[in-house]
Each structure stands twice: as C-alpha cells, then as structure tokens.
C-alpha cells in the first residue's frame, strides 16, 4: 500500500473494494440500483464526484513508460499517468515514427506556401474525457490560471454556432434544410435499430438494414456529410453514434448543437498539452520507427519485454523491465496520406493489392499475429475505395470566391466570428463535396486578409459535373474548378484561381474505422492477459463509445491508465442523454420534423398544467392526430392527476 494512503489502513485493509474497481463501468448493462455493495458511482454518472485524484497502489518512480504514437491518445495517456498514477513526467518517453506530435490532428503551413489541415475535428459539449484533461492544461492565450476549456467556453458562450446554408444547390443557390424527411416506415427503422443489441449487428453495413428512402433523405445527407458516413460502412458504427448524439439530433440541420474552437485542432488542443507534458518532463524521441513487440506469453499472462525500432537506419531493441508500462496506438486513419497542389494531383501509389504496409498497420498485424486477443487489422485497412476520401485546404486572399462565400456566412468571415457554421454540403455534386470556413484567423500567425477553407468529398469514383474526372486524378486548380462550378463564379475562375493557393490530400484509411466489423475484430484496451500492455486510439474496442472523435481516443487512453496502475478511479460510461425522456421526446419530434407524432396530442393533454408541460417542444399548429376514442379515458386520467395534487 501506498504511504500516501497509510492513515486509511484500516479501512482499505478490510474493505472488500480496494483494488477491484471495474475501470471501464458499462451502461448498456448495468441494472442502476443501490445496493451496499454498490460504492462506486453508476456508470454513466458523470460530474465533480467522478473528480477525485487517483491514488496509486505503489510508487512508480523507477517504472519507464513508452508511449508508441504521440497523437491524441498518445498524449493523453501520458497526462494520466502523471496526475493520476503520480508517475514522473521524466520517466515517460514517447516514440514516434514522425516528426512531429500530433498524430492526425494536424495543421501546418504559412500565408505564402499555402496551409493545410487534412481534417477537422466537429465538437460536443459532452466530451467529459477531453473536457476533463483540458480544464487542467494552461490556456493558449488567456493568462493564467485559465485554461483551454475556459478559452473554449469563452468563445462558444458568446459567438453561437450555427448555419444559414447547411445545404445549398444549383450553381450556389441555398436549399431548404429545414426538414429532414423521413418517411414514417424510416423513422421506425430508426427506432427498431436504437432497440436492437449490439451484439445482433456483426458485419452488418448501413444499406443492408436502411431503404432506398432512407439513404435519400435529407436526414441521411445531413448524417453522412457531418460524420463522413457511406451507406457500406458499419450499421453498428452508426447505432453508437445514435445513442451517443441522440441529444444533438434536432440541431444537426443547421450545426446548433456544435461548438468550434478558436483555431485549428493543431494550435488549439495539441500545442498546449505538448508544452504541458514537456514542462513535467515528457520526453519526445522523433523519428523513430516502432518495427514489433517482444510479447512473452505464458500460463501467467502476456508482457511485454521489449520494443524493437529502426533508428538511423539501425535496429535498436528497447528493454522493457519489470516495472515498465507501454502503450501502443494500433492503425491510423492518416497514415500513407498523398499530397497534391495547385497543378499537381496527389500521385496515389497504393491499392487493395499492397494496402497496410505502412508503419502503424504493420505493426498491429504483427500484435494481432501473435495472438487473436489483438484483433483484425485486415477487417479495417483491406479495402481502400471503401475507406477513403480526399480534403484540399484552400489559402485565399480576395477572389471571386471569398466574395461568394460571405454570402453563404452566418457572420462576416473577416470578423474573427462564425462563418460558415460548419460543412455547407452541395447535394447534387456527383463527389458529394462539403466545404467549411471556420472562425478566422485558423492559425494565429495568419495575415488579416486571408481566408483559410476546408474542402472535401466523400465520393471517390464519381467524376466530377464540371471536371470530368474523379477528385483524387484532379490538380488543386481542377478541384476550385469544380467548386466554383457548384457555386456559380465559373465564369470568375481565373480570377479565384490566382487568388488561391491548394493542397491537397488524400488519405486511404481516414475512415477505415466505420468498416463493417464483429466482435473480436478490435481488440480492448487491455486485452486479455496483458500485463503491462495498453491499446489506444481509434482502433480498439470501448463499451459504448463512437469513434472518429477526440473523446474517444481520450477515453481509451484514460481506460489503459487506470486499468494497468489499477486505480480506485472509473471512467464513467458516455454522457447518460440516451435515457432522459426529454432527450427522447425531442429526437422523436425532430425526426417527425415536429409533426404530432402518434400519441402526442393525448400526452400534451396529460402534461397540460402539470410540473412536466416543458418535456415536449412547442410548434406550430398543425393537423390534430384522430384520438377520440382515447378521449374519456384521457379526462378520467386528468382528473385522476388533479386529485394527486389536491
């Protein structure tokens, strides 16, 4: 037992708790009922209870941990290791093949050579993981004692998010979203889907449960164009994200339920906590490139002894001890990434015949070749035209296209406000193309007069309307071509194309992480057996959470953390919304675009005067549901509720 503990013995030493904390609690099952056993907060309780520090059950001073990967996850695990398993920064290295932290939240470049940003990152305010690290990590430009989260929060509170051109269409003319018309039958499925258990999904994809009227809604072109959905990816993907946004699903026509940060992903989150974590000591070795894992694996369990590297050309064996942790971001979404510019198109070298050759792959096919508790690689970088689309940032100065584009602006684009809002999508562009402009400047050094745009397509083997190619065989100026076609300014496209520097890249695997999948295919974050072994990232397995998200490599980072130092600390399940009625009721109407749906005038007429008349939204007046046959029974219920209260 830890010293910093030793006041407590009397209790811990006879408590039938201590040391058996179930890390990773899971809502999807737990029956919520107070018991005396039951000390620890239900799953998904989530607030400052869940804020206690963690108390490590011995010293880790002379423990080394290696962290393979220093994105996200990767950084994340090192900040809990610190300010929860009490491990001193100096003793956590990270080993990374780039040469640059960051992983896939990335933003880089100048106003001269042009900037680029391979994808963005949409935001919830119910990440309680990522909110969790970032309301402890110094603020980028707020003085001290403020924090990201408070510069975060400053921003959002008072500059709202929203769009006025979520949708637009011939030749930029803004199309109606405020609808997303579903059919009643596509409702159901909905609902039937959200009842389904998870286990009933295995391989399932998204055009194997939903009809052709569904994946033509406006619903389905809202859902796909914001989280980079295609109808073949997983169907069980899609049920998490549902549960998991279902809070968020009345205000995805028009990006209400979003908040942005200030800057790009890079500059905004991964700056921060990498001055962070070096002031405490956190090594960073470049360069580096991580080949396999010496796994020993016996009756007692699975540990690993050593890591083996390329450094300079050589291979370098690292020494694991006995008291030494590693963590290990399995696959990558940006890995083998193809760039491109103005006159050059990206030149692809990779297809299905030589696919996950690259550093990261290769090394969770050669875990996974040492035992199936390791899971599928193949299963999520076996098939690129499934998993691939292709992003081109666009550094303006003032064209004909920033001029268009202040029209399509909730806020004057210059003003440092909410411009866009979020992705405006083209619905009938054959590449299914969406662009954005974030809040500016998108990169604090960048020139007043410059606008920096994200552009990208989720439809890689359609030629475009206007350019008769596929996007990724397009140079930068053939893609401005095809948006300024979409947006009406062809006629101006000399005067966009000199005002405007491209980059481009395409990304194989960038949504490899919705392919169909079954259980087994992902491993856990401690798989079974391993001892000193954490798997993080977008490619292992959490109870209930989405992937694609900052949160979800948090969360995975926060799992190997207290599940391999044991920790008396949890980390709670996704925010618990999916089960609050009103939550319920509300995604019942959005998804009824606020028609009465079956039921709702009877319980209107129940909730009426009563502390519970606010569950259910208001709207406009439309054709009462046909319920006179409920109608005696509904009185009696009335005055039943009115001799409650007297």
Known sequence: MSTINSKFENILNTSEQFGKVVHEPDSSKEVQINTPEKTMPFSDQIGNYQRNKGIPLQSYE??????????????????????????????????????????????????????????????????????????????????????????????????????????????????????????????????????????????????????????????????????????????????????????????????????????????????????????????????????????????????????????????????????????????????????????????????????GQSAGWKLWKNLAAKSEVFGNPEKFCGNIEKSSWESATLTCRPSAFTEKLKELCVNDPYSGKTATGGIVTITDSNWVMSFTCNRQPHFPTQPDDILVVWVYALLMDKEGNYIKKTMPECTGNEILAELCHHVGIIDELDNVIENTIVRTAFMPYITSMFMPRAQGDRPRVVPEGCTNLGLVG???????????????SVRTARIAVYSLLNLNKQVPDINPLQYDIRHLLKATQALNDYKPFLGEGILRKVLKGTYFEHVLVNHPEGKEEHESFFMEQVGRFQDWIKGVKG
């Open 62 to 355: 002379n423990s080394k941990i290696y962290i393979v990967g220093s994105g996200i996850a990767g950084m994340s695990a090192a900040y809990y290791f610190i300010r929860d398993g009490h491990v001193p920064g100096k003793n956590i290295i990270f080993l990374d093949q780039l040469s640059i932290e960051g992983g896939s939240l990335d933003g880089a470049g100048n106003a001269e050579e042009g900037y680029i940003i391979r994808g963005g990152r949409e935001m919830d305010m119910t990440y309680e993981n990522l909110w969790d690290i970032f309301q402890d990590i110094p603020a980028l430009e707020l003085p001290a004692p403020y924090s990201v989260l408070d510069e975060y929060r400053l921003i959002n509170d008072n500059d709202p998010n929203y769009s006025k051109a979520r949708l637009i269409h011939n030749k930029g003319e803004i199309q109606d979203f405020s609808k997303f018309g579903l059919e009643k039958k596509d409702q159901l499925a909905i609902v039937k889907l959200l009842l389904k258990k998870k286990e009933e999904l295995d391989d399932l994809s998204i055009e194997d449960y939903f009809a052709e009227s569904f994946l033509k809604s406006n619903f389905w072109f809202f859902w796909r164009s914001m989280f980079a959905f295609e109808n073949w990816h997983s169907l069980l993907e899609l049920k998490l994200y549902m549960h998991r946004f279902l809070h968020a699903i009345d205000g995805m026509k028009d990006f209400s339920c979003l908040v942005f940060p200030k800057y790009n992903q890079y500059d905004t989150f991964v700056t921060p906590l990498k001055d962070f974590l070096v002031e405490k000591g956190v090594q960073i070795q470049f360069n580096t490139l991580i080949k396999d894992i010496d796994l020993q694996i016996n009756t007692e369990g699975k540990k690993v002894q050593g890591i083996i590297t390329e450094q300079n050309g050589e291979e370098v064996k690292i020494p694991i001890g006995k008291d030494d942790y590693v963590i290990i971001t399995t696959g990558s979404m940006t890995e083998s990434t193809f760039y491109g510019d103005n006159t050059t198109a990206p030149e692809i070298t990779i297809d299905n015949s030589n696919t």
């Open 538 to 552: 977008q490619f292992v397995e959490t109870n209930n959470d989405v992937v694609f998200t900052m949160e979800s």
